[in-house]
């Protein structure tokens, strides 16, 4: 019983605490779209990824799903696997300092995908040490 005492007290010692930062962002027009359109993506400015959220932290990205007749209003994570449209794209989010890059990839097309997201927002949680 000695032994556990000064472990947990230890523990407690060692909390950290997470600042997280939510920002909401408007998707708009590509960067980026390749000659056969089967990639494309988007670089949307984000000032609050910093170095320390790149040294210590991360971002998770949800899309905007809104609300429609039978359905309430709702956010899903990326990356996305959509397969409407008979035309599978998958959409993912990468980071850097300042700025996120939402990537569109499909074997036959991303147009659909592009209409799909357009003046759709993206919420994203920044998180840090």
């Known amino acids: 019983m000695k032994l556990i005492l000064p472990i947990f007290i230890f523990f407690l010692g060692c909390e950290q605490k997470k600042i997280k930062n939510v920002v909401y962002v408007k ?30 932290g991360g971002v998770l990205a949800f899309i905007e799903r809104p609300a429609g007749q039978d359905r309430a209003q709702r956010w899903s994570q990326l990356p996305q696997l959509t397969l409407a449209w ?7 989010l990468s980071h850097g300092k300042g700025l996120v890059r939402l ?27």
């Open 86 to 92: 008979d035309n599978p794209t998958y959409m993912y």
């Open 27 to 56: 998707l708009g027009d590509m960067s980026f779209v390749a000659e056969d359109s089967l990639y494309g993506n988007q670089v949307l400015n984000v000032p609050e990824i910093t170095q320390n959220v790149m040294d210590n």
């Open 103 to 129: 990537s569109y990839q499909s074997s036959k097309t991303i147009k659909d995908a592009i209409e799909y997201t357009k003046d759709k927002r993206l919420k994203l949680v920044i998180s840090q040490l």
